[in-house]
């Protein structure tokens, strides 16, 4: 991950920092798996797919948890669930941002790169989501 720098004083981090410069994975998380906000960079291509899924809220916290994704270039479409139904599509192009507060699926319909932020801790794909379909 020679694009993402880390700042750190007295072996405390105190910011990463994303380079313009491009990754080769498809989706990569720099941030730490404890850090309450986890940040991840997709460089996805075209016909990519997430499946649908909602992610398990946190024990210790009485809210939804949700996600935030920032378009830098391409498109995907998004489908939102209400409950365990399918609700509504959505496309989402470079520029534009999507907060999510529900269950959702991803289709990348062009060569992507778009950065997430959603709550940490990271828990393990296991304990981290509900799959829809």
Do not use: W
């Amino acid at each position: 991950m020679e694009h993402i720098e880390e700042i750190r004083k007295d072996g405390e981090l105190l910011a990463i920092i994303i380079r313009s410069t491009k990754s080769e994975k498809t989706l990569e998380f720099p941030t730490p798996n404890d850090f309450p906000m986890q940040l991840g960079i997709h460089n996805r291509p075209k016909g990519d797919y997430v499946k649908a899924h909602a992610h398990v809220p946190f024990k210790n916290l009485d809210i939804p948890v949700q996600e935030i994704f920032f378009i830098e270039k391409g498109k995907m479409l998004v489908t939102l669930y209400s409950g365990k139904d399918r609700y509504k599509d959505v496309e989402i192009s470079g520029g534009e941002i999507i907060l999510l507060n529900c269950g959702h699926s991803m289709k990348f319909l062009e060569d992507t790169r778009a950065v997430e932020v959603k709550q940490g801790p990271y828990r393990q794909k296991e304990n981290e989501k509900i799959p829809l379909e």
